[in-house]
């Protein structure tokens, strides 16, 4: 399955100008909810850079990717931070975001796929396959529809016919809220999508509450593909304990599948010909595409210590896991 054209990356080379015309309104980059990592720490990074060019941007927040996806689309000169797998979604539903939006970078970090239960669940959906195979009777809590975890649990539908026909699905008004649904025994699985750091208070939370990760990976999902040959997901092995910290069930590390975070913004032949808008767009995305990585990235010890635990692991590595989950979902489907 083909997800992304490589018309995302269009539009990019175009001729720098010098910023001229008096100053206008702050243009936004649309990141997440205000305790996120988009909007406190990638956000004020990418407004440093941008500031340091002289170009007015300010922070906002938002529901998360479907929504920063939307409002790119209704403001060209808007940036947005989204999940690449999200962007690839929304653009097979309607082909019009992939002729009117830009992908500036996606090489600043992954975002991973996440999937809890409750302890009385652990023996039975002990991986994605045995989701799989027995979603149409399971309960499943996820964080508000426009979420990037929202949108990407409806790429996996797209593609997994037993995921497809989960129909207690419920949109809660937060990750941790879902995470509670199952807490609560309102919900027997809660799916979202986040950055690998186990110093995150989530992870703690969730190992108190005895919560145990189911591992989002399987053939489907690594078979996905961009247009241009690069995988939507590739398979890491995360952290899913801080250190010091002693795991319930003994589990500190799962391999799940992970997913580009994306800077997105309209493209420059969407705004009038040699306008200052248009010229100002062009060199922004210039500006941000050359700039070194380590500009993006946040220096903060979690950050770092969360690079520094990421292992890509190759499909051969996890063959034996793949077969497992191959079995499972048959198992259970039967």
Known sequence: MTILTKSWVAGAAMTVAVMSGPASAANPIYTGGESGSYFGSFGPLLLEVLKGEFFDYELKTSAGSGEN????????????????????????????????????RNDVANECLYAVTSEANVERLSNWGAVSGVARRLRFALGPEQSGSAQTFKLLQSFDEGLAGASNVSYMGSTDDAIDAVINDQADVAFFVQFPDPSNARFERLNDAKMAFIPVVDRNILRQRFADGERAYIPLEVKVTSAGLLNWRGVEKIV?????????????????????????????????????????????????SMLDDLVEVSEQGIEKALDAVDEARQKMSE
């Open 69 to 104: 996806i939307e409002q790119v689309m209704s403001n060209p000169q808007a940036i947005g931070m989204t999940q690449t797998d999200v962007l690839a979604f929304m653009s097979a539903q309607n082909p019009t975001i992939a002729e009117k939006v830009a992908i500036i």
């Open 256 to 304: 799940t599948s992970c997913t580009p975070l994306a800077y997105i913004t309209g493209r420059p032949d969407s705004l009038p010909d040699g306008s200052d808008a248009r010229l100002d767009q062009e060199e922004m995305i210039q500006i941000v595409r050359n700039a070194s990585l380590d500009q993006f990235q946040p220096q903060a010890g979690w950050f770092q």
